[in-house]
């Protein structure tokens, strides 16, 4: 009998799941574009086309290989599964396990087939045993990674004795001229243009720059993106992983987690050409740097998605802190800001629909989570506003990590920071009309300000925190708590106003 199976945009892999021992003799595949994901959203430019594009060069690679490739666009995806499978009865239907939960749940609906997903490091009956009000801390879930899967390890030992250089890493961006890694240009092709074309004569709602050759589209620009890396990125990496420069967007960050979401790499290809390209640097890639490489990929990117999966389906609706604000108006429009780094920030996500984990976590969640935001409106924005955005890495990282609303769960402590932290590790403040130092008046910066009325409005939940209690006490003991308190009720009624 034959085999119909469907092939998600996320899922862009011949080398899991099901497509591992998929045959292009008994199996057909089926892409769907769905219409109610493309009107569900104001998209950006970049991750639209990079959604689009990928799948269309994805459909060609497996008609070259053999495959016969039914290419539906249909209102919603069990729509078209629905109705290919009423023209071919005698076909059953297929797929890898989604990814993201509401997927999962459209195709069990109607009966799909469905083979484990195993394009992650991590089973995910490996999470099972955590209880889902108590997660592992990061650090000790990626030692275990380590250990289990033999990384820079010296017998039971990490290398050189020690799991972790934070203390060497993380500085500032530097003070004299640095030259950062030049960014790779993928050169659009056909399908690249006639993608873009398409979604033009479509008039699907989007916002920001028409792709311009930041993103690849296939698996081989994908690869070439991971050599780049390897050669220009990686021995800097750990150095300057949160360095926020004026002069470099990209500083010396891989640039690959849209081609891990979309399934182009494979998490261990990445970390076993990563691993390889260290030991033979002759020491000129530090053994911290690609300790910092490996923690994002095996520590962060699967706990994240362990979380994602341990914690159901209701954690997207956690609200811990009680927070009901709704997104700044500089989120969606930057000109109605005069606050340096947001501006700068909202242009660049517009420009290319990525940023660095920095700015993501310290300057716009930061932003939401010390306003008060409400969880869901910071996550839907970056939903939609990230090349690299998927449910399963975007909740854990929203409501866990950017807005603690989940109540420390996944995270020991709130990211919520003024703007000295900002100040030390960006370069946006010299050019900017606020003052890092000041908490009150015309001039104080926005971010100190709500960084102590955010500790005083939430001590009550806070100070039983180890990480946060001594400073939750000093912003109860403020002399200045009452003009604090007031400056940020001003300054959040001008950030929704835009006024700010
Ligand atoms: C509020 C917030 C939202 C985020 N949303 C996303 C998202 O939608 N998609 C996404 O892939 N990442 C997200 N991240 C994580 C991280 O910011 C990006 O993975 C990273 O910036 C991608 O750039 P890079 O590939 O150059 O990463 P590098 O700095 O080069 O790191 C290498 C890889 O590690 C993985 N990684 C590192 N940190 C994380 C993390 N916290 N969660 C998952 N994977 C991680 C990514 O696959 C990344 O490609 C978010 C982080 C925060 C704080
Ligand atoms: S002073 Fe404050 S608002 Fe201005 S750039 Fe620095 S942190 Fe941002």
Redesign the pocket.
């Known amino acids: 009998m034959k085999r119909l199976i469907f092939i998600p945009y996320d899922q862009l892999s011949l080398n899991s799941g099901i497509m591992r021992e998929a045959d292009s003799t008994t199996d057909e595949i089926v892409m769907i574009e769905s219409r109610d994901m493309l009107s569900s959203r104001t998209w950006q430019a970049a991750r639209l086309h990079l959604l689009m594009s990928a799948a269309e060069h994805h459909a060609v690679f497996l008609e070259d290989q053999g495959f016969t490739v039914h290419r539906l666009t249909e209102q919603s995806v069990n729509a078209g599964l629905t109705e290919i499978h009423a023209a071919r009865p005698e076909a059953t239907l297929w797929a890898t396990a989604p990814r993201s939960r509401p997927l999962h749940d459209a195709l069990t609906s109607i009966g799909v087939n469905l083979v484990p997903d195993d394009s992650f490091l991590t089973a995910r009956s490996e999470f099972d045993a955590w209880s889902t009000t108590r997660l592992p801390v990061i650090e000790t879930f990626y030692r275990q990674q380590r250990a289990r899967l033999n990384l820079l390890m010296d017998g039971d030992k990490p290398l050189s004795g020690r799991w972790n250089f934070d203390a060497d890493n993380r500085l500032p961006p530097p003070k004299s001229d640095h030259q950062w890694p030049e960014p790779l240009h993928h050169a659009m092709d056909d399908i690249d243009h006639q993608t873009w074309q398409r979604i033009v004569d479509l008039q699907l709602p989007i916002i920001g720059t028409p792709p311009d050759g930041t993103w690849a589209t296939t698996r081989t620009g994908a690869l070439r993106q991971l050599d780049h890396f390897l050669d220009t990125g990686l021995a800097g990496f750990g150095a300057y992983e949160d360095a926020v420069p004026a002069n470099s967007w990209s500083v010396n960050h891989s640039l690959l987690s849209p081609y891990l979401n979309l399934g182009l790499l494979d998490p261990g290809e990445v970390v076993t050409a990563a691993i390889s390209r260290f030991e033979a640097s002759d020491d000129e890639i530090p053994l911290s740097s690609i300790e910092a490489f490996i923690r994002q990929i095996i520590g962060w990117r699967e706990f994240v998605n362990g979380t994602y999966w341990a914690m159901g389906p209701t954690y997207v609706d956690s609200n811990a802190l009680n927070a009901y604000e709704p997104l700044p108006l500089a989120f969606d429009d930057p000109t109605t800001t005069s606050?340096?780094?947001?501006k700068k920030t909202v242009e660049d996500v517009q420009h290319r629909g990525w940023l660095h984990h920095i700015p993501r976590l310290m300057i716009l969640a930061n932003l939401a989570l010390t306003v008060g935001v409400h969880p869901r409106a910071l996550l839907g924005w970056m939903r939609r506003m990230f090349v690299d955005a998927a449910d399963w890495v975007m909740e854990p990282n929203v409501i866990g990590m950017g807005t603690h609303a989940d109540g420390g769960v996944m995270m020991t402590k709130p990211y919520a920071s003024g703007?000295a932290y900002?100040?030390r590790m960006t370069s946006?403040?010299s050019d900017?009309p606020?003052?890092?130092k000041k908490r009150t008046g015309e001039d104080a910066?926005?971010?100190?300000t709500l960084y102590w009325d955010f500790l005083e409005r939430n001590s009550e939940q806070l100070r039983r925190n180890p990480r946060v209690a001594a400073q939750v006490s000093s912003a109860r003991k403020l002399a200045d708590g009452e003009q604090v308190r007031e400056r940020a009720n001003e300054v959040r009624a001008r950030l929704r106003a835009g006024t700010l």
């Open positions: 606050m340096n780094c947001i703007g900002i100040n946006y403040c900017c606020f003052n890092p910066c926005p971010f100190t």
